[in-house]
C-alpha cells in the first residue's frame, strides 16, 4: 500500500467513524424522545404540544433516518455495497421527518428560526453521506 492510499484510507476511516457517531447521537435522541415523558425532554408547555402532535409517520421517518443512518454507517466503514440503500433509506426519513416540522407543525413558530439549523446539518450530512459512501463502495467492488 503506498502512502496516498495509507492517508486516503486513514481519512476514509475518520470520516466513517464520525459518521456512525454522528449517527448514534441520532438513534441516542430518538430512544430518548420515545422513552422519556414529554415533561422531562422540556418544560416549556408549547415545546410539550410539538412533542404530543408528533404523528407515527414522522416517528417511523425520524426511526428510519437514524437507524438507517447507524447501520450504513457502520457498513460503510467496513465498505459494503449496502451501506448506500441505508444511506438512502436514512435520507428519506429525515425528508419525511423534516416535512411534519416544517410543512404540518408550528415547531418554527414555537421554537423559533434558529430550531432549523440541526435539521439543516442533519439534511446536509444525510446528503453528503450518500455519494461518498458510492466512491467507497465503488472502489472496492
Known sequence: ???TENKSSGTFNALSILAILWN??????FVA???MPIEELTKVPAEQELFKSYPLWATIGFGFGVFGGFLGSITLLLRKSIAVPLLVASLAG????QSFMYFFSDTLKVMGPSSA???TVVLVIAIALIPFA?????ATE
Open 94 to 97: 429525515v425528508l419525511v421527518q
Open 117 to 119: 439549523i440541526m435539521p
Open 134 to 138: 458510492k466512491s467507497a463502495t465503488s
Open 24 to 29: 448514534l447521537m441520532g438513534v441516542l435522541a
Open 33 to 35: 424522545q420515545q422513552t
Open 1 to 3: 500500500m503506498t502512502e
